[in-house]
């Protein structure tokens, strides 16, 4: 390793400290990238993100400060990284599972293609869709890059963050982010249990009647009719909330 080092510094003309720490800050700018939305996606192939990574990394290595390259010091880096990168990527985590709650509610599954590692039901696609299109829109991409650059002021090079303090954040994020899918998905599931209510009532009055072959249809119809008019009020919401977590990527809104 530090024969290739060495090599590296010789072509380029570069002291073999310059390199180690570009190093350093690659590791932390590769963990992050891994897990940001956009550039983190399954269908986004792996020479784009390496080439997002170095590109970023070139752009925070004037501004972050040095330290010496240990085991230490790499593991701290990887979990600095991680630890951003999953701060952003539990909002779309979140959306994806109100996504689910909602296609389960209004009995809608797989339609369109995957956008996850996982197959996902027809509105957790739209939904996710639709959310990485406002993420990019809104410069997502630029503010993380800032976020990654102002990360260094919080958990400085080669540095860990203390795990309790780590355990502490990661828990309320998640809890925050669960509250926030429960709450984009709660149209949904209002309206499947006013549909199971009428359901029950309709068929107490006509036992007789096969209510299921006719309630089906209508609620696949009026689930895809509630999430054209919902789905910009969930996205609306969740861009808000992305913004929260932009502004206050270590603290929980």
């Known amino acids: ?14 002291a073999q400290a310059a390199i180690w720490q570009a190093g350093l800050v690659f590791l932390r700018v590769g963990a992050a990238v891994s897990l940001l939305p956009a550039l983190g996606e399954q269908s986004v192939p792996r020479r784009v993100k390496l080439a997002a990574a170095l ?12 330290a010496t390259f240990t085991m230490a010091a790499v593991a701290a880096e990887v979990v600095a990284g991680l630890a951003l990168g999953m701060g952003l990527r539990l909002l779309i985590l979140g959306l994806q599972t109100a996504g689910t ?4 509610s209004v009995s809608l599954t797989q339609m369109f293609g995957a956008v996850g590692p996982e197959p996902q039901p027809i509105v957790a696609n739209v939904l996710t869709l639709g959310a990485l299109v406002l ?18 002021q919080v958990v400085p090079t080669g ?3 203390d795990p309790s303090v780590l355990a502490e954040w990661g828990l309320k994020r998640v809890v925050w982010v669960f509250g926030l899918a429960f709450s984009l998905a709660a149209p949904f599931v209002l309206a499947s249990l006013l549909y199971n209510l009428a359901l029950g009532a309709i068929n107490r009055a006509m036992p007789a009647m096969m209510v299921s072959f006719i309630g089906a249809p209508a609620l696949t119809l009026g689930g ?19 913004q929260q977590a932009l502004a206050a990527p270590f603290g929980v809104p």
């Open 224 to 242: 895809l009719a509630l999430l054209a008019l919902a789905a910009p009020v969930m996205l609306e919401v969740w861009r808000g909330a992305m």
């Open 101 to 104: 709650l909602a296609a389960q």
């Open 55 to 66: 590109a970023i990394t070139l752009i925070i290595l004037p501004s972050a400060p040095e």
């Open 159 to 161: 540095q860990p963050p």
């Open 135 to 152: 993420f990019l829109t809104m410069g997502g991409l630029s503010r993380a890059v800032e976020l990654l650059a102002l990360s260094y």
């Open 1 to 14: 390793m530090n024969d290739l080092v060495a090599q590296l510094a010789q072509v380029f003309g570069l």
